[in-house]
């Protein structure tokens, strides 16, 4: 019997894990199985060489559903994105994403199905990883910025920590709305507004408050 299983990838506290599960349910996937990695590297470490990840593709057979909150969790790098979807899809398994709710299945025979589906598999893996390219950069230019603030007066402590900081970049990549990320990370509308206007403040506010 086919299966429909979620994988999460998690960089801090469960609530993000049933936050995914619960937006899953609520797009009307029926989850059979949760499988989640948790304060693992999207960008260094992929998929199969997660320590869930490996469990992953040793469950996942012809006819099962792979549910992923959006490409991101499968990884950030464009090459291993890619060649992991259409590792999955020659197995037979079909990748569905919460976000935009795409369907990814190796089944499509139309040569123009199969063009546009690839087409939009490199397009959202190209994604994934400039959206890690970028928040990378706002991190360096955020430590850069503290360095040379030491000895200045430091500011408002800020109201979040690395755990908060994580989880808001991390949802805001997946396309979260603000209400919604603020809920999760337990912060206010405008702390989250700050963070998404100004990533590498956010960063040298942390680096000031040696909370990073």
């Known amino acids: 019997m086919s299966r429909t299983i979620l994988y999460a990838r998690v960089s801090t506290a469960d609530q993000t894990l049933s936050h995914q599960r619960t937006?899953?349910?609520?797009?009307?996937?029926?989850?059979?199985?949760?499988?989640?990695?948790?304060?693992?590297?999207?960008?260094?470490?992929?998929?199969?060489?997660?320590?869930e990840g490996?469990?992953?593709?040793?469950?996942?057979?012809a006819g099962d559903t792979l549910v992923v909150r959006w490409v991101d969790r499968l990884g950030r790098n464009y090459a291993d994105v890619t060649a992991t979807i259409r590792e999955l899809m020659e197995?037979?398994?079909?990748?569905?994403?919460?976000?935009?709710?795409?369907?990814?299945?190796?089944?499509?025979?139309?040569?123009?199905?199969?063009?546009?589906?690839?087409a939009l598999i490199g397009f959202m893996a190209a994604t994934a990883q400039a959206q890690a390219e970028a928040i990378k950069?706002?991190?360096?230019?955020?430590?850069?910025?503290?360095?040379?603030?030491?000895?200045?007066?430091?500011?408002?402590?800020?109201?979040?920590?690395?755990?908060?900081?994580?989880?808001?970049?991390?949802?805001?990549?997946?396309?979260?709305?603000?209400?919604?990320?603020?809920r999760e990370a337990k912060l206010s509308r405008q702390t989250v507004l700050r963070i998404k206007a100004d990533p590498a403040g956010a960063e040298a506010a942390l680096a000031r408050w040696d909370l990073s």
């Not at 408002?156 to 997946?174: F, H, I, S, T, W």
């Open 91 to 118: 197995r037979g398994v079909i990748v569905r994403t919460v976000i935009n709710g795409m369907t990814f299945d190796g089944a499509t025979t139309d040569p123009i199905q199969q063009a546009v589906r690839d």
């Open 23 to 51: 937006h899953a349910e609520a797009a009307g996937f029926k989850i059979d199985e949760v499988v989640a990695d948790h304060g693992v590297s999207g960008v260094s470490t992929r998929l199969r060489d997660r320590p």
């Open 137 to 182: 950069e706002a991190q360096r230019a955020g430590i850069e910025e503290a360095k040379g603030d030491r000895t200045k007066f430091r500011g408002r402590k800020p109201a979040y920590g690395r755990k908060e900081l994580d989880l808001v970049r991390d949802m805001l990549a997946a396309g979260g709305g603000t209400s919604e990320i603020a």
């Open 54 to 61: 490996r469990r992953l593709f040793d469950m996942l057979r």
